[in-house]
């Protein structure tokens, strides 16, 4: 405990006579002679006797003076001069978390990764809200524990697990560029954010389909007529989450019923074909005549950074019928009755269980997926089955539009 208190720091900074006065633990109260009272801070660092000025005592309380020199004097422990580091990220231009972000997405995860704008959303949605706009030496465990909380109490325990692996990896950079000496998400594990995930399991039996789409229908007014028809292809085409609701018009042959998924867009990298079946092509129809001219079949609705329908639209939209919505604290009515949560993911797991309920042969199965085949079936197999693929597709359509 310092020899200072805040009453004492409060008369002296109000007297205004220049004085240079000790708490402890290399940490003084300066009032200089001309300009505002301000906290600093004397080291050693390298055999050198050194002072950094730490903030002003109008910013800065007694309390935060403390707390800051600490977290100085642990990096001059770990081997970094702060003065030399505070330098350092004038030059460079990272001094906040959002600067660090920058750097990291720019240097690395956007040549590295095939889909860097899943770290970005997240970032972006989760982690900056709490420590975008913080130096970065002063990010916290404490902080790191507010960002997963608040993931986990919206009920994502997937996203809490991925945001705390991202973040992880975020600091780990700033470690590389020697702008902190150690890491604040180290502590937690995937026990501190949303657990051990089990492999989902979940998909919708033929009465929960009528059921729930029926749900979307009462509800129309909320649920929306893009989320409704949005849900009914990724029934009948299987397809993942954000190879749909980031679809071009440009990729589609509505008179062939053919769409082409390119490779940049698809999660193995395979470009692929999918055969469009009849109920799939008229529902498309009706979304280009809704899409009023736009690139995308889902535009954006509200303005948005990005101009297709975002990756959590129609989750968020399905959890608030289920009477889950994020950042509430009065939840709205569960629509859905006794019916087991389900996320657009668990549509396309729903397709596959509909092909076997079908016999579908399941190497076309798989492949409707877009799954490579294993083994040394997919080493001489490179068959794309189309022709069989149009079949399955047709034969899901016809079985779930009586569903509906």
Not at 52 to 70: H, N, P, Q, W, Y
Not at 255 to 269: C, F, I, N
Not at 360 to 382: S, T
């Amino acid at each position: 405990m310092g020899s200072l208190t805040a009453k004492q720091v409060k008369s002296i900074v109000s007297a205004g006579m220049p004085v240079r006065k000790a708490d402890g633990r290399g940490l003084y109260l300066v009032v200089p002679e001309v300009g505002e009272a301000y906290w600093a801070l004397r080291y050693t660092a390298l055999g050198k006797r050194r002072q950094m000025t730490i903030g002003k005592t109008s910013d800065l309380t007694l309390a935060d003076a403390r707390s800051e020199a600490e977290l100085q004097k642990r990096h001059v422990r770990g081997g970094t001069d702060p003065i030399v580091a505070r330098q350092r990220a004038e030059w460079t231009g990272i001094q906040s978390v959002e600067d660090l972000f920058a750097d990291w997405y720019t240097n690395d995860i956007k040549p590295r990764l095939k889909h860097p704008q899943i770290p970005k959303r997240l970032f972006e949605n989760d982690i900056a809200p709490v420590i975008g706009r913080m130096r970065i030496q002063g990010v916290s465990s404490l902080d790191i524990r507010e960002i997963i909380q608040r993931v986990n109490a919206s009920g994502r325990p997937t996203v809490a697990n991925d945001v705390l692996g991202y973040t992880k990896q975020l600091f780990r950079h700033a470690i590389k560029l020697g702008l902190v000496s150690h890491n604040p998400a180290t502590p937690f594990t995937v026990n501190d954010a949303g657990g051990i995930e089990n492999s989902r399991r979940r998909h919708l039996s033929p009465a929960e389909i009528k059921s729930v789409f029926a749900v979307f229908r009462e509800h129309r007014a909320s649920f929306g007529r893009d989320n409704y028809l949005c849900c009914c292809l990724f029934l009948v085409l299987g397809v993942r989450k954000s190879e749909l609701c980031e679809a071009m018009w440009s990729e589609f042959e509505l008179e062939d019923q053919l769409w082409h998924l390119p490779a940049s867009r698809s999660k193995t990298g395979s470009a692929i074909t999918i055969p469009l079946p009849t109920q799939a092509v008229s529902w498309l129809q009706e979304l280009h005549d809704r899409s009023f001219g736009s690139e995308f079949v889902f535009p954006a609705r509200r303005s948005s950074k990005i101009p297709h329908m975002g990756p959590d639209t129609l989750n968020r939209a399905i959890s608030k019928l289920f009477g889950r919505e994020a950042g509430r604290k009065i939840q709205p009515p569960n629509r859905m009755g006794e019916i087991e949560h389900f996320t657009i993911h668990d549509l396309r797991r729903t397709f596959r269980s509909l092909l076997s309920k079908l016999q579908v042969h399941p190497h076309v199965a798989e492949r409707c997926l877009n799954h490579k085949l294993q083994g040394v079936i997919g080493i001489y197999d490179r068959h794309d089955y189309l022709s069989e693929r149009k079949i399955a597709h047709q034969q899901v359509a016809d079985y779930v539009y009586e569903l509906l």
